[in-house]
């Protein structure tokens, strides 16, 4: 190794160098510790050479160094002899080491390269052309691979012993959606409005979830709010009024009784809302048509026990489904006219082969119920179906079924026009399979005429069958009725931003559109694109109206409140993590996390007192408050600016960033700053990235830059050139709340039509001769039928012409930035079907450890782009290992801070009912071998079935500092109706030194 070393060094742990072709390895026993020991790390690389002796500075506070440093030799030539040196942030020294050899590590090829033998597909990226130089990369056989046998291991735990309830001293309810309409104080006065904000709370028993009680709070609109001018904020305090109902319908078919507004957790007017001409509010509720009256103050379920089992008996087959097209989907959008409720079910899709009494198909079309409710039997006696979407349906939107496996139809909103309805499709894609359509009706709400249009003032059908008197959509003081209600800046009139659960903002512009008085017309607004955040109009009186609330305080006074609800709130049980668990930097046993749908707040976990209370604490972040994060988390990632801290959120619809502290002290108050409509992206492959329906990933990259990865979902939003990478600078970014555009680089060629990229890894490779750097990234995925089927007629011939799973290669380097490479197949399994990959580094970053799903294991030279060495992994009973991968952010293959390898192993045989940890060990020449590390032992052989898929994170023991690291274990998201109140944590999952 060489000597001169000083006391950090031997604290630490020495760095071990070698040399392996082109590149030389320094590779960190435990840098975590000494980066947490020392912040601001540089260290100086200096390296002799027969052409002389080379600097190479590095900055290992780097976000993206990550322990070893790999350095290319290629352009330099033999190196003789080096010498480290690493200082702090003050430049204080910290580690030195020199020497004057350097042993080599072979990487012998453990496969045959014969003659005939397959060879990897590659997909070739933009930046290397057509030509190359591409590797051909020779694909080992399962033949050749070793089977290693895994017995259990000797640590074991309970699921029981390591479940730690999740407890709060008072948690305030949750918001939802927010609809407009009249006061109950004024209900025939159009002139006065309130805003309805929806609330749920989560109602425990037993230290389960027994249910969700929702609620709304009305905010009733002052005229006052619209004049002066300046930021101003006002407290109401409990002057505010909660409209709370404990009214429960008929028995279930399990004799359950449910309240009328639900108790599932979504909430009211989470995906529709609409209000009639007596401003009642309308929406969809388990299933169910709720509203809430203002004239009255009270909910009222639609009679006749209506579901959308109502609406099926419409279609063909009725209820008992023998004969049907197929099932009704659940998403719903609805309008008021005529004295009726539209319901537009907006799906049509065909996942399997229908001849069942339970086809696989999803229907949807335009059904409508009276708005009278007082006599049941003549509402029940009234539903109507006026157009489905099955090719037999009379009228018909679509005369053809819909095709295998593509979710492809999708209507979008209905506007309410003067002749009845316009209906539209979800646009994009979904446009391609029909509409828009007109479906007029008369003054009963009858269907008079129907008919395939291009736009709303055609008066002639396609087919030219169907002529159409001329129409326009209905306004009312210029506001289109269909968006009346809807007032929030996610979706909506943008005229009121809903940031904490007690606290709206609203510009003083938003009061007369609100009230929609003083000769208001929607034809004053400027563009809704100006550089406005909210929509408003010349000479509009300037400042924001910060309206607070106590929603806790006034919920304690009600009488409806009383028992369940009320004592909600006083503390217990509370959700844990299901969204996202982060540990917070610096901070001993810490956590932020996400654990509760809709509005997604952010709360602090704290693991402190497990010892004497078995309980961890979770508290609203900030306190009090409760930050909302706006969108679903997939992936997080911490970044420091300057003497700020950030946490960066990547998810479902977009990317925010929530300032967490400033100059160290954690901020009072903070916001979600949504971010991701602001970037300004340039396609370095020539083929601009669709629109994304969630963002997966987020890292790294170096120079204080991140990027971050993202794909569609079928039937929801995408493109065949949606998946792919983004390059950005967050500095960039500006202020919170800026809105200048954000230049960024995107690369969506080479993963064109995949489903999403899997686990990314990247790795750092500094140049010896010129001392620049390169970041390398990898991830795995492979094309779907779907988006190849979906691609447009001028994109045809960009279709990957090999659909099986492959490893995409990309690279960051400067000044050209973003680029990719090239992707290669991975080796085939047994039965010679492509399998899933995951990807992970080795501990060196020599090579690239790749698990399949079929329990095989793959070591992957990455300088040489060769396999060199394959496992098969075994049980003691003889089938192959099978997986478990974690979500949100997805990973099979979990890298701990000490840069180990861990994968979760389901249990064999299955009636063992036992899980465990096994380590993935990568040898200096890219060997493997398998360790078993830990045991999950349950009470039953079902019992182990709901870690997988749960959000998870390794948390560093910061108190003691002994290199320990606990692993934290949520619970999975898509298991909503089975919410846990606890959070599971395996004390030194990793150990401290010296106890390995």
Known sequence: MGGGSCRADREIGPVEVFRTGDELIFQWDRFDLLREAHPGLKAVLKLRGRAGDKEVPVDLADPAVKGTLVVDLSSFGICSGWELVVVDGAGKPVLEQRADSIPEASA???????????????????AMGAAGPYPRISLPSTKELRPVMIDRPARSVSKAAITIPVTTDAEPPLRGAIALSRQTDAPLDATRASLYLSYKKAIFAGGKLDRWHKFLVEVPIQSGWGKGVGDETVDLGTDIKVHITNEVGKPDWQGIQHNILGDDDADLGQTAAATDDEGRIYWMASNGLVRFDPATARFERAPGDFSMNSLQKLCPGGDVMKGSPGWLSNGVYFVCTRGRVFLTVIGDSLSGPTGSDTPARRIGGVFSVSQDWSDAAAFTADIRLHVGSWEKATPTLYPTPPPLGADARKLGHTMVTDAGLFIQTAGGKYAEAGGPWRLDLDDQGHTKAFGEVTRLADTVSKDGRTAFPPTQETKVHGVTKTSMVHVGTIWGRKLVAMTNPGELIIPRSSIRQLLMSDGWDDALLLPANSKHSFRTYAGAPEGVVTVKYDVMEKVRQSPDAKGALADSLKGGPSLGPCYLVTPIPGQADQALAVCEYAVYPLANLDFSRIGDRNAVTKTSVPPGTAVTAKLGPYDSLWVDQGDERWLYITGYTGMTRIQYAKAGKVSAAMTSDVFHSRMSPQAVDGHPRGGLKQYD?????????????????????????????????????????????VPSQTSAYLSRCCGALGTLQSRLVW????????????????????????????????????????????????????????????????????????????PCHRFLVILLSDGSV????????????????????????????????????????????????????????????????????????????????????????????????????????????????????????EAKPFVRVIPDFVPPRGRE
């Open 697 to 741: 990933r987020i890292f790294p990259v170096f120079g204080g830059r991140l990027m971050n990865s993202g794909t569609g979902r079928s039937g929801r939003g995408g493109t065949a050139f949606t998946t792919g990478l983004e390059l950005f600078d967050p500095k960039h970014l500006g202020a919170e709340g800026s809105g200048d555009p």
């Open 858 to 977: 793959y070591s992957f030279h990455l300088a040489e782009n060769r396999f060199v060495d394959g496992i098969t992994m075994k049980t003691p009973a003889g089938p192959a290992v099978e997986p478990v991968g974690f979500r949100r952010p997805g990973e099979t293959i979990l890298t701990a801070p000490d840069g180990q390898l861990y994968f979760l192993a389901a249990p064999s045989p299955p009636e063992v009912g036992s899980v465990q940890f096994n380590r993935l060990v990568i040898g200096r020449g890219g060997e493997l071998a398998v360790e078993p590390h830990l045991e999950i032992t349950g009470t039953s052989p079902e019992d182990w079935q709901d870690l997988p898929n749960s959000v998870r994170c390794f948390m560093p023991d910061l108190k003691n500092r002994d290199g320990s690291v606990d692993f934290i274990v949520g619970w999975d998201s898509k298991d909503r109706t």
């Open 108 to 126: 012998p090829g453990r496969f045959a390269d014969l003659p005939g033998g397959a060879v990897a597909f590659i997909e070739k990226g933009k």
């Open 767 to 842: 140049n010896a001769a010129d001392g620049s750097l390169r970041q390398e990234i990898f991830g795995s995925g492979r094309p779907s039928q779907v988006y190849v089927d979906e691609l447009e007629a001028r994109d045809k011939a960009f279709a990957p012409s090999n659909l099986e799973e492959k490893i995409f290669r990309y690279e960051v380097r400067d000044p050209e930035g973003l680029r990719d490479l090239f992707g290669f197949s991975v080796p085939r399994g047994e039965n010679g079907e492509s399998p899933d990959s995951f990807l992970a580094l080795s």
